[in-house]
């Protein structure tokens, strides 16, 4: 799951017919489509000043303010995606300021609520790499907010049930990045059991999220040190991950699912001391994000998962005493940081135990 961006709200858009609505159309489409998150983010960012340009001819106009923060949502998950965590808080801030705006004018629009609580869901995911979290948490707990009332107000709702769960599911992971394991694993079971209830009727989305929280919820043992609780949930979602990979074996989705629980399963593995069982689960995450990397040759991001699965599995080879192909996997994964122009540290650090 991704945050903010598993929960896009349909999103209309300027009325008027005329080129500068059309144009806006044109890159708001590009920019929220396939590639590269950087040629992405250029694509919102021309959609952007131009609906800054429509809000300035038309200062009242509704569809330009709606077009305003779509797009300012858009660059600001797009900033985040490619590290410039800063601007994109400065461009979900000014999103957010425009859906205020909106429920001051509207204040009974569901939408606009709706539209708040993607924002504080952008701002909590951009804000979770901050040491201290709380910004993180603070925002969370500003979407969950939004998105229990919603759900509440209307409990036949599959959508906003939906919605909550993912919402419990950020909650969950800011939670764990502050240590609070107990409240996550409160979080995510919360969030399992409405993915429970919408997985039952078989959707292959709806699937993926039982996967995702079933693996969630072993996190949380594990960081507790509940190993054979947390195995149980990886087993679970790994039976269904593997399924949807058969399904269809080119969604990134699915193989990005499965590539995580099988890393769990090899984290679950060291934890009890079997080393030959963890280095076969972290072998199968590695082929997993090679099949990844290979739809995408030159994400970055794919890369940086291709060379995290390296280092996991060098290490394990070189605690089973295989130090030539432990060096093998972690000179692999040094090769592609340092192409990504990422700090070599870790790597450097395994690979001098070795010598």
């Known amino acids: 799951m991704s945050g903010a961006g598993m929960a896009w709200a349909q999103t209309s858009i300027p009325e008027g017919g005329g080129r500068p609505e059309e144009q ?15 040629d992405r983010l250029i694509e919102n960012q021309k959609a952007l000043e131009i609906a800054r340009r429509g809000l300035e001819r038309e200062p009242a106009s509704i569809a330009w303010l709606n077009a305003l923060w779509v797009s300012c949502l858009a660059v600001g998950e797009a900033q985040e995606m490619v590290g410039e965590r800063s601007d994109a808080l400065v461009s979900l801030n000014e999103g957010k300021a425009v859906v205020e705006r909106l429920v001051e004018i509207e204040p009974a629009n569901i939408r606009w609520q709706e539209a708040m609580a993607m924002f504080w869901s952008a701002i909590g995911l951009a804000s979770i790499p901050d040491e201290q ?29 939906t919605n909550l769960m993912y919402s419990l599911h950020n909650l969950g992971s ?16 919360e969030a399992l059991a409405i993915a429970e209830e ?6 292959a989305h709806r699937q993926g999220d039982l996967s995702a929280m079933y693996a969630r919820v072993g ?3 594990l960081a507790q040190g509940d190993v054979q609780a947390a195995r149980e949930y990886f087993d679970k979602s790994l039976m269904i991950a593997e399924r949807l990979v ?23 593995s060291l934890r009890w001391g079997n080393l030959e069982q963890a280095v076969q689960s972290f072998r199968a995450a590695l082929a997993t994000q090679q099949r990844v990397l290979a739809l995408h040759p030159q994400d970055p991001a794919w890369q940086m998962r291709v ?11 070189a605690r089973q ?6 060096r093998d996997a972690l000179r692999r994964g040094r090769g592609i940081v340092v192409e990504l122009g990422a700090s070599p540290d870790w790597f450097d650090e395994q690979l001098s135990k070795l010598n």
Not at 198 to 203: F, L, R
Not at 248 to 264: C, M, S, T, Y
């Open 198 to 203: 919408v997985g039952a009727k078989g959707n």
């Open 133 to 161: 979290g709380e910004a993180a948490l603070s925002a969370f707990d500003a979407e969950l907010a939004i998105r229990r009332h919603l759900a509440e107000a209307a409990p036949s709702d599959a959508r906003a049930r």
């Open 219 to 221: 996190a949380a043992l």
């Open 246 to 268: 058969r399904e269809d074996q080119k969604d990134i989705g699915r193989l990005l699912a499965l590539g995580e629980v099988q890393d769990f399963l090899g984290r679950t």
């Open 24 to 38: 806006w159309k044109e890159h708001n489409v590009r920019g929220r489509g396939p590639g590269h998150p950087a």
């Open 321 to 326: 005493g295989l130090a030539e192909e432990a």
């Open 307 to 317: 060379s995290n699965s390296l280092l996991a599995l060098g290490m394990v080879l």
């Open 174 to 189: 800011a939670q764990m990045k502050r240590g609070r394991f107990a409240d996550a694993e409160a979080s995510y079971r």
